[in-house]
């Protein structure tokens, strides 16, 4: 089990869309389970789709959605969105001070501040007094596009030429710390502690040095990211490299993986991930499927693909389903799984917890393992079973009659020509192995 690093607790929300809380572990808290974020993608002053996208978002399970304010429009519009979305708001607030102000001012439930480009002591001391008397947090972001000095020239250059230097990594880590450390003066000076810190590249390595660097100097909740990651393609190896990594050594109390793809994979994935570090409990099916290789007689590919969509929709609890291409594996891999299904030559075997319930041809799979794991989720809400109740030994089907798979060519090719049994049967294609041998 993974032990999380004690930090402050931050709670941000209200009754009515419910309190969620990062971090926890010090001053009476616990540590709060890892939330998910996104960003919506759309313009927030367009009040319908903006509402459409965040309800959507939700829906995917989403913890807390941030948008963007960049116009007064937009913070204006956060009175009307607000009332009509499930979940805590956060405004992504850049260059303009006033743009906090009005969006505490519209309801919002946390503020996400840059110290790159929101720099003026007193500008930054009017939106900290603000959240404070609203007891609405601050999230810190020193991204490390942000961090290098815009405004000074002189300084500018310094800071550019040090970071393309051959110290580019150390360098730019303690100008973030530095930063970051210069900022939350202006924070502890006015009495504030309800923040949440982030230090973003699109970097892996440095995501995982930065936030390890930072989770040792402070107290705060950490806002996990590796930012501009790409599309979701490539982006979620980029995160999931960084953030795994950060989590699996307790480092991180709230998420946010960026694709430049829909925002419902960010969502996704982030619980994904979570899901498979156990620091979070998984709500819907988990789907075990094996690669599939040459020894494949079904379209297991799309029987997964397949799978996947039906679950999506009409499994609620976290019943474990294991679709598998053949038997030399199948049993171990899916011992322990709810519903599981063993392919042969083009049929498949269907097991509940270990005991077989059907054998059907390769093109009725689909609809009776279905039919299957909504009879177990029944039986479960009802009482009748308990999820991965059963540590079940599974017996592996007799591959040659059960399966009618090739491996009745073995059998008749071992008997000598001329022996009955299917030799043939398979015209080109894999040819069997001895079960275990994979
Ligand atoms: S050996 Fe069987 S279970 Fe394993 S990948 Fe190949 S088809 Fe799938």
């Not at 808290?29 to 309800?55: F, H, K, L, R, W």
């Not at 500018?156 to 393309?164: D, K």
């Not at 591959?399 to 001329?418: H, R, T």
Request: aromatic share 4%; net charge neutral.
């Amino acid at each position: 089990m993974i032990q999380r690093r004690p930090c402050r607790q931050v709670v941000i929300g209200d009754d009515r869309v419910g309190h969620v809380k990062i971090g926890g572990g010090l001053y009476g808290t616990d540590p709060a389970p890892v939330s998910v974020q996104t960003m919506t993608t759309g313009y927030t002053y367009d009040i319908d789709a903006c509402v459409a996208e965040i309800n959507r978002l939700t829906a995917a399970g989403a913890d807390v959605v941030r948008v963007a304010v960049p116009e007064k429009k937009d913070t204006d519009a956060l009175k009307e969105i607000i009332p009509r979305v499930k979940v805590p708001i956060v405004a992504d607030v850049h260059f303009h001070f006033k743009r906090a102000l009005e969006a505490v001012e519209s309801g919002v439930h946390k503020i996400r501040l840059n110290p790159g480009n929101i720099q003026d002591h007193d500008q930054v001391v009017e939106v900290i007094r603000a959240c404070k008397a609203r007891k609405i947090p601050i999230r810190v972001g020193v991204n490390e596009g942000s961090i290098i000095e815009r405004r000074d020239k002189q300084k500018r250059m310094r800071e550019l030429g040090q970071v393309f230097s051959n110290q580019k990594h150390g360098y730019l880590l303690s100008i973030m710390v530095a930063k970051l450390e210069e900022y939350l003066d202006i924070f502890y000076n006015e009495d504030f502690y309800d923040i949440v810190i982030s230090a973003k590249s699109m970097d892996a390595t440095v995501v995982i040095d930065a936030y390890t660097e930072i989770a040792r100097r402070f107290p705060h909740p950490l806002h996990l990211g590796v930012t501009h990651a790409g599309p979701k393609e490539t982006g979620c190896i980029r995160s999931v490299v960084a953030l795994g990594s950060l989590l699996a050594n307790g480092i991180g109390d709230t998420l946010r993986i960026s694709y430049a793809s829909d925002s419902r994979y960010e969502v996704e994935d982030g619980l994904e991930l979570l899901y498979t570090l156990g620091l979070r409990e998984r709500k819907t099916a988990e789907l075990i499927a094996c690669p599939t290789c040459g020894r494949i007689q079904v379209d297991l590919i799309t029987l997964v693909q397949d799978v996947r969509k039906k679950l999506e929709g009409q499994i609620h609890l976290p019943i474990k389903v294991a679709v598998m291409g053949c038997i030399v594996n199948g049993p171990g891999e899916a011992e322990g799984a709810d519903v599981a299904v063993f392919a042969g030559d083009r049929r498949g075997i269907i097991y509940v917890q270990g005991e077989k319930v059907a054998n059907v041809p390769e093109e009725e799979i689909l609809g009776k393992l279905l039919e299957e794991c909504l009879a177990f989720q029944a039986k479960v809400e009802r009482g009748e079973a308990r999820l991965g109740e059963k540590k079940v030994e599974i017996i592996p089907p007799d591959p040659i009659g059960e399966l009618g798979s090739g491996w009745e060519k073995l059998a008749a090719d071992k008997a000598g020509p001329g022996a009955a049994g299917g030799a043939g049967k398979r015209a080109s294609g894999p040819q069997p192995l001895t079960v275990g041998q994979s």
